[in-house]
């Protein structure tokens, strides 16, 4: 149930 | 050069216990301030990020910073060939091809050595803002532990729904439901047994639970587990250490 979101959406590379 | 000694084996052997399963690959970046670590999982839902501060160390210097690029399976395997109580140094030449790790053992004169070989390891390094957090809790890391296990076996997706008086956990699956519901507490006898939920805005979370089952590998190295939630951004659930911490970052599941 529901979807799986990454963590690379909201962080971002340096 | 890199050369820092723990007063016990066993916390390193923690760290890693707890992080192997997550992450297998990852660079050990060492300055004068301690070691740090920042990895994403393969399939990138989860981040680790550790800070070991030198004051953990019974004795630490690091010249210039080192990195140690780590097959953390090989690691684990050596670590345990050392016992909990031994003192444990760690110890690498500026550009090591190798780490090595003294064991010695407190009550005889034994001293083992192991070396490992290590990596090129190129990851992406990623940009962790601090940000203002809906909410804030912090509990026993072991209730934590046992409600996720609880409820991991009804359903893979572990909800968090949290207001200023109280913390529910819910899984919902195909052979039925479960919850479980915590008040705020202090106890002043066992702070430890504390729960404590500052609130900002209310919160109403989703993750998967086949990462939290990751991140309660962590539960040995802190009596508290403090987690930081706002929706539909990643959770940040950290385990203190003396100095420093072993933080991870989870992405939330959304409704389709």
Redesign the interface.
Known sequence: ?14 | MLEGKFEEASLLKKVVESIKDSVQLCNFVCSEHGITVQAVDDSRVLLVSLLIGNEVFSDYRCDRNITLGVDLKSFAKIIRCGGNDDYLTLIAEDSPDSVTLVFEDKNSDRISEYSLKLMEIDNEFLKIDDMDYDSVIKMPSIDFQKICRDLSTLSESLQILITKDSIKFMAEGETGNGSVILKPRTDIDKPEQSITVKLNNAVNSTFGLKYIADIVKGTSLSNQIVIKISNRTPALFEYKLQSGYLRFYLAPKFED
């Not at chain 1, 149930?1 to 340096?14: L, V, Y």
């Open positions: 149930k529901g979807k799986q979101s990454s963590i690379m959406n909201f962080f971002g590379t340096r």
